[in-house]
């Protein structure tokens, strides 16, 4: 697909977006595959691959293969590093670590990365990524100093900064399996004092959770630890999406 950030902002135009991040480590092709198509059929609008380190260039496009097979929306590259890419892809978060300690995880992998992406003619969605507590894994391995939740004004300060440097949208991270997501309060915060397009992840298993992160302001929701631990995984992300609707409607 060409131009995913236009066609990621058009649907965004009519309400929010769901997105289904699949892990390759824990993906091969075939539950990729099954994976892609329940996202699929629950009207998931987007599928992230990506998220663990030490990912294997096969492991990768094997798990990219199985979504490609039962799944006809962009698939989104969710690096963890310079030596995450595919070309099977159709775009990738380009984005940078706000609030990591380590320069690497700013510029650094990304300086790395830029011209592998060129090569594999891979679209760049240029994304702001902001670790909130608890941060999880991926809070201590990008060396971050997570935004607690009662930070709005450090949050609101980092989405200002993220959009004034140009970048399209702002992850707030909660982390993989986090025992709650970002506070509704803060995505308000965000919301009232900045125009950069909200995505929030981390923590989100319940519908009530995703309808009160939209009606705040959140533009985009995306679950992954909750299609690993599902067993009925259309019916859960099918709940989720409708409280996400519900939630779009409430807003001011």
């Known amino acids: 697909m060409k131009d995913v950030l236009g066609y990621l902002m058009g649907r965004i135009q009519d309400g929010p977006v769901h997105m289904t991040l699949i892990d390759p480590d824990k993906a091969p092709r075939q539950i990729a595959s099954?994976?892609?198509?329940?996202?699929?059929?629950?009207?998931?609008?987007?599928?992230?691959?990506?998220g663990s380190t030490g990912l294997t260039q096969e492991g990768l496009d094997d798990c990219?293969?199985?979504?490609?097979?039962?799944?006809?929306?962009?698939?989104?590259?969710?690096?963890?590093?310079?030596?995450?890419?595919?070309?099977?892809?159709?775009?990738l978060y380009f984005m940078s670590l706000l609030n990591s300690r380590d320069p690497r995880f700013?510029?650094?992998?990304?300086?790395?990365?830029?011209?592998?992406?060129?090569?594999?003619?891979?679209e760049p969605i240029p994304l702001g990524y902001l670790i909130i507590e608890p941060g999880m894994a991926v809070g201590k391995v990008g060396m971050a100093d997570p935004v607690m939740h009662g930070e709005l004004d450090t949050a609101v300060s980092y989405a200002l900064c993220a959009q004034y440097l140009g970048m399209k949208l702002l992850y707030l991270e909660a982390g993989s399996g986090?025992?709650?997501?970002?506070?509704?309060?803060?995505?308000?915060?965000?919301?009232?004092?900045?125009?950069?397009?909200?995505v929030a992840g981390g923590?989100?298993?319940?519908?009530?959770?995703?309808?009160?992160?939209?009606?705040?302001?959140?533009?985009?929701?995306?679950?992954?630890?909750?299609?690993?631990?599902?067993?009925?995984?259309?019916?859960?992300?099918?709940d989720i999406i409708t409280a996400m609707n519900d939630g779009w409607g409430e807003r001011d």
Request: aromatic fraction near 2%; avoid cysteine; charged fraction near 25%.
């Open 203 to 238: 923590g989100i298993r319940k519908p009530e959770q995703a309808r009160a992160l939209v009606a705040a302001g959140a533009d985009i929701i995306v679950t992954g630890t909750l299609v690993e631990d599902e067993t009925e995984v259309e019916s859960v992300l099918g």
């Open 34 to 50: 099954e994976l892609a198509g329940a996202a699929q059929r629950a009207g998931s609008g987007a599928i992230m691959v990506g």
């Open 178 to 198: 986090a025992p709650e997501p970002v506070k509704a309060e803060m995505v308000g915060a965000i919301r009232s004092e900045s125009d950069i397009t909200v």
């Open 64 to 91: 990219i293969k199985g979504v490609r097979d039962s799944f006809d929306g962009p698939i989104i590259l969710f690096p963890p590093a310079a030596s995450a890419l595919s070309p099977l892809a159709d775009a």
């Open 106 to 122: 700013i510029v650094g992998e990304q300086m790395k990365g830029s011209r592998i992406v060129k090569k594999m003619g891979l």
